[in-house]
């Protein structure tokens, strides 16, 4: 029975260690391809530009049409929206990759690497407290009947800056949720 064990551990510390030498491996090839994705002629770089000059075109959204025309559609919307990010901030993002001592494997965690920490309660003594500040989450209507969606996305922004809560993260959840429901809407139409 002790040589079972044995055995075991063995086999146990092979498939650990070649699985090891595999996932430094598959890291490796990630960064490699996202070097070559935020080059200055990379996907990324060219998605994110491209990106942009589809959203100055007509404002704050892209129309689907649009991204149909330009067969963006076949593009994963979280990839569009970090590449557009990317492009947008470009600069700051090669001086923070430049900084890093690791690298990146994603435009995700590009992002969240940037993405300022929140303050320590010891760093805000002299600010209100939480039984200070009156809350101001749930729109109303200012004119009493519905809410729009403008007003519901005013207050959106105003709690997400009162909390320090990136945008980029609520519009991914957004976009998650969106997906959700049209494949809900696919099972229903089958």
Known sequence: MANLQIQN???LEDQGKALAEEYDTITKGDKRRFKTSTKTDGFDTKLGKLMVELKAEGGERIASQRLRDCHLHLIAKQRRAEAMWFA???DTCRKHIAES??????LSALQRSMKPSKPKAEDTEGTNSE???KSNVGPTAS?????????????LVAVCKHNQIDLLDIAEMLMEVDTVSEAEETKVAA
């Open 9 to 11: 551990i063995t086999t």
């Open 88 to 90: 947008e901030n470009e």
């Open 101 to 106: 001592k690791k690298g990146f494997t994603s």
């Open 131 to 133: 039984a200070d500040v």
């Open 143 to 155: 004119d009493g009947g519905t809410v729009t969606a403008e007003e519901v996305f005013k207050h």
